[in-house]
């Protein structure tokens, strides 16, 4: 049916107080918005993520795991420091550095389903531009593509090239314009790419803001569903099911609905006749019933975030 591509793993149903904050404070942008077709066939309208956006959960991001490389600088300084090791302390600063960052964000962004602290506290999460599930891989490689986009510069540049009699340090020059052109690339094409995105085939976009509204779920249930039938999907998939319900009634809109009801049946093992008649029935009954059952388990901090996550165990 669906793919997962809008909701971490982890978040409920309903956002939480910072991310109501952090929607007040970017709710004024006017996001650019993508159709991306799911491998099921499904169009899904996504929100690319802001560059300001971006930046605050960078930060966000930065400052955390500043915080976490530093605690563990300080016990190897104190150590080496007392036989004189200066060299090799610097040595194996520079590399904790590098292993810290990189695993700080492979780890939440495979953990998390594509988010990090950062991008979860403004409301981001990676997703992978061709509808699928977001892959190790495109995680490792967008993740150490940021070496060579931004550290290794910064490296560069931090240590300082003096030019000789007042002439231009050119290798100081250039590694300033490649650090300049990977900092604004984002802000310069139209799904608001770093260069890790580009070669890990991902996009970073913003979640929805709204929680999951309760007026699709008053009204008495024809259909009803086990345990296991509803642990096939998870949030961001009733999101989805949310909006094609919402849509408004036309010869299209019934054709989608009945792919999507044929695509739940199989997924969920349905085998009882199911009239085309009662299709939108059927799909309001799931929605209800998925909904109740995401909730429950989520106050058992079993929240499942999608399909491709680990399905929660039954109640």
């Known amino acids: 049916m669906m793919s997962a591509q809008d909701t971490p793993r982890g978040p409920p149903p309903l956002p939480s107080a910072l991310q109501e904050r952090a929607s007040q ?9 993508r159709e991306i077709i799911t491998p099921e066939g499904v169009p899904v309208t996504v929100e690319i993520a802001d560059y300001g956006e971006r930046l605050v959960a960078f930060s966000i991001d930065f400052a955390i795991w500043t915080l976490l490389t530093l605690l563990v600088y300080l016990p190897i300084f104190l150590v080496i420091g007392r036989i004189g090791g200066s060299l ?25 389903q594509g988010s990090t602290p950062g991008k979860r506290v403004i409301g981001l999460r990676v997703i992978d531009r061709r509808g699928g599930p977001l892959l190790p891989s495109a995680v490792i490689a967008r993740n150490l593509t940021r070496e060579v986009e931004m550290f290794i510069p910064l490296g560069v540049l931090l240590e300082g090239g003096r030019s000789v009699g007042g002439a231009v340090d050119w290798s100081q020059l ?29 996009m970073v976009i913003a979640l929805p803001r709204r929680a999951l509204s309760s ?31 919402r849509r408004p009634p036309s010869a299209e809109t019934a054709r989608v609905l009945d792919e999507v009801c044929d695509k739940i049946c199989n997924k969920i093992g349905w085998t009882a006749p199911l009239p085309r008649q009662e299709v939108t029935a059927f799909l309001r009954d799931f929605y209800t019933a998925e909904r109740a059952f995401l909730e429950r388990e989520q106050l058992f901090g079993k929240a499942k975030a999608d399909k491709y996550a680990q399905p929660a165990a039954p109640p």
């Open 25 to 33: 404070l970017f709710g004024d942008l006017r996001r650019q918005r």
């Open 88 to 112: 090799i302390a610097i040595s194996i600063a520079l590399f904790i550095g590098f292993v810290v960052r990189n695993l700080y964000f492979i780890y939440f962004e495979l953990a998390w």
């Open 174 to 202: 250039s590694t300033a314009v490649w650090l300049l052109f990977f900092a604004a690339l984002p802000a310069i094409n139209r799904d608001r790419m770093r260069g890790g995105d580009l070669i890990a085939g991902t």
């Open 215 to 245: 007026d699709l779920v008053e009204r008495a249930m024809q259909f009803t569903f086990t345990p296991q039938q509803l642990q096939a999907y998870g949030a961001f998939e009733l999101q989805v099911l949310e909006e094609l319900l």
